[in-house]
């Protein structure tokens, strides 16, 4: 942005800039000096109409746009050569000579060369280009019982106005680890409300018997120049950063047969959002996928709880057949778990406890509490009797961390070491991704969403 030639960004922005000042106030064509024909954009005091700040934000934002094309240029000339107060590192002057400044402290042109450092880092242009970091330059994906696929996703935080995309350029090579069901992108959108958003880049693994060396994969952050300012090209893509390299990690372990209790609320908090749809329809999406990854030398229970508690699996705990499968869904379409009364999370888990001291002999046993983890009903988890929460147990939270009570979860799974799942907010696409990953609840490995 140089000042001293003619055709180029800061001459030419100059000129516009000019031009709306006039257009926006109108010229004085009235002879009579008394005539105002509106307006205070053409006076020294234009900062006065609101306009002002619409017209020189666009002009920030024009410069955001091209420096972000020209990254390799320096973003402001002269550095000097300029009368006093236009070189890049003058402070700059408000006032007349002689005069005292209108405000104190000082500015120079070489602070303003990033619009976040100005407006401070909360404040963006939608058009502005997304900050992005990886926060998992490893993807593990812990001990994987031989037999299972699992779901894993590398992260990014990622401050943005628009949505975001990432590539998945270099796939894992061929084996054990690969493209989550063929998915190469992925992408994240801006919440209102959240300076931050993460995007999630799944990958999957199939677990087979032996040694599992890592392997690499590479992502591409971009973005879709839907107004062509950053590509010169409406629609085409505009890299973020250069590509990032993730490594994904795995250890295979043999499958143990399990016994699972899946204890379920169904108290009318349940039917409030989490994501795209209830916490009740992804409890019972959850169910659904869970039940068809169980081998039918393995056994499940259903329990529902609100202010009462039910066993819905007949008897009790039964072995995943294809009979014990049929009835696990046939529970999950049905209204024994729509949403209804209060929550007594310690009823449920009880229940839960009973039903799995009738699993089979040479079982390994489970409890998977699914909740919003708002108990009011007795007795409270933290009064539980240790006996009763003996088995491997998991808490699988509804809502984003914010919704869910923390405390309750923790405590549902630290005694006997159990992992905490948060949902979180998501879309259905990685619901799928979630739901499949909850498979492996059952050999105590769980990512923390
Ligand atoms: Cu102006």
């Not at 030639?5 to 030419?12: G, K």
């Not at 880049?201 to 677990?207: A, E, N, R, W």
Request: aromatic share 8%; net charge negative.
């Amino acid at each position: 942005m140089d000042a001293r030639a003619r055709d180029n960004l800061r001459s030419r922005s100059e000129g516009n800039h000019n031009r709306v000042h006039r257009w926006v106030s109108g010229f004085l064509t009235n002879p009579d000096p008394n005539f105002d024909a509106g307006g205070t954009m053409l006076k020294m005091t234009s900062p006065n109409d609101p306009i002002f700040f619409l017209h020189h934000a666009q002009i920030d934002r024009m410069w955001n746009i091209w420096q972000a094309r020209h990254p390799g240029t320096t973003p402001y000339l002269p550095d000097s050569g300029a009368a006093t107060g236009h070189n890049l590192n003058d402070d700059l002057i408000f006032h007349h000579p002689g005069e005292t400044p209108p405000w104190p402290g000082t500015e120079r042109p070489s602070d303003l060369l990033t619009s976040h450092t100005i407006h401070g880092t909360g404040v963006w242009y939608d058009t502005d280009i997304p900050e992005i970091t990886l926060e998992t330059p490893a993807v593990d994906f812990g001990n994987v019982p031989e037999g299972l696929t699992t779901f894993r996703a590398a992260r990014f935080r990622v401050k943005t106005c628009q949505r975001t995309w990432f590539r998945i350029t270099v796939p894992p090579p061929a084996g054990n680890f690969g493209l989550a069901e063929g998915q190469t992108d992925f992408y994240v959108d801006p919440q209102d409300g959240a300076d931050e958003v993460f995007g999630l880049v799944f990958f999957q693994f199939h677990s087979v018997a032996g040694p599992q060396p890592p392997v690499m994969a590479t992502i591409q952050p971009f973005i879709v120049d839907s107004e062509g300012e950053y590509t010169g090209t409406i629609g085409a893509e505009f890299n973020v950063g250069p590509a990032v390299v993730v490594t994904l990690m795995a250890a295979s372990v043999p499958r143990t047969d399990y016994a699972v209790a899946l204890v379920l609320d169904r108290s009318y908090s349940m039917s409030t959002p989490a994501g795209s749809m209830t916490r009740s329809q992804l409890l019972r999406n959850a169910v659904s996928v869970f039940v068809d990854l169980m081998r039918d030398t393995e056994q499940l229970g259903v329990v529902s709880f609100d202010d009462q508690v039910a066993t819905l699996t007949s008897p009790a705990i039964r072995f995943m057949d294809a009979g014990g499968k049929a009835a696990v869904h046939t529970i999950a379409e049905s209204s024994d778990l729509d949403p209804r009364g209060d929550t007594g999370i310690g009823l449920g888990i009880t229940e839960g406890h009973n039903a799995l001291l009738t699993s089979a002999a040479g079982l390994t046993r489970a409890m998977l509490v699914f909740t919003d983890g708002h108990e009011n009903v007795p007795p409270d988890v933290s009064a539980l009797p240790d006996g009763i929460i003996d088995s491997r147990t998991y808490a699988i939270g509804f809502g984003r961390v914010n919704d869910v009570n923390r405390d309750v979860l923790d405590d549902i799974t630290e005694r006997t070491d159990g992992d905490l799942i948060i949902t979180g907010e998501i879309d259905s696409d990685q619901q799928r991704f979630l739901n499949n990953g909850e498979s492996d609840l059952s050999v105590g490995h769980a990512e923390r969403f």
